[in-house]
């Protein structure tokens, strides 16, 4: 069996931010959205469990290539998360 694979010049940098959530249901509207907007290049989310008890976070990231880079209250809008709590991220 064989396969052809199609490369495609990679972006150099990526931004990725972790939303924190302190329930449930806001957490998954959140997920939703950001699902649906398709916006970003990955979108993921996990329940958690710390000494004050359950929280959930969701994972984004966005690929580019300097000079660009990502408008992050963009990416962000209309979301719920816990701002004190949440970890932007840029390598």
Known sequence: ???KVKLVPAKER???LALRYNDIQ???EDMRTLVYRGELDIVFGFA???ASGWFYEINVASYYTAPESPDVTHMLRDLSYVPWCSIP???
Request: aromatic content about 6%; glycine content about 0%; proline content about 0%.
């Open 48 to 50: 958690k469990q710390d």
């Open 26 to 28: 806001t957490f998954h």
């Open 14 to 16: 990526i931004t990725d």
């Open 1 to 3: 069996m064989r396969a």
């Open 89 to 91: 991220r840029t390598s």
